[in-house]
């Protein structure tokens, strides 16, 4: 089995910085990509960041120029630094990756339990 356990989640003030880490364990042999998703209260989940084990990156457009996803493929760790937060920021977010335990085996989807962000105005 992975495991994908979150951290760095809390309150902060609009205009405010976080920064959550995510880092995967058990029987690993390789993860693809990594990302963060989001879930407010009465919403459905919605992406807000993705990078590929290469580095590349995708972003919501509600993110764009504040967000930052990053990765330590040695750590097997992916990270989201939030920058100038808003309000509408205040989510649940979770982490996510594809990852496979063995060369023969397919890759699997995986999530974390979850780390709640909240910005206050």
């Known amino acids: 089995q992975v495991q994908l356990v979150e951290s760095g989640g809390g309150l902060v003030q609009a205009g405010g910085s976080l920064r959550l880490s995510c880092a995967a364990s058990?029987?690993?042999?390789?993860?693809?990509?990594m990302g963060w998703y989001r879930q407010a209260p009465g919403k459905q989940r919605e992406l807000v960041a993705t990078?590929?084990?290469?580095?590349?990156?995708n972003y919501a457009d509600s993110v764009k120029g504040r967000f930052t996803i990053s990765r330590d493929n040695a750590k097997n760790t992916v990270y989201l630094q939030m920058n100038s937060l808003k309000p509408e920021d205040t989510a649940v977010y979770y982490c996510?990756?594809?990852?496979?335990?063995?060369?023969?085996?397919?890759?699997?989807?995986?999530w974390g339990q979850g780390a709640l962000v909240t910005v206050s105005s």
């Open positions: 996510n990756c594809n990852a496979k335990q063995s060369v023969i085996l397919p890759y699997r989807e995986v």
């Open positions: 058990g029987n690993i042999f390789r993860i693809d990509a």
């Open positions: 990078i590929t084990s290469g580095g590349s990156t």
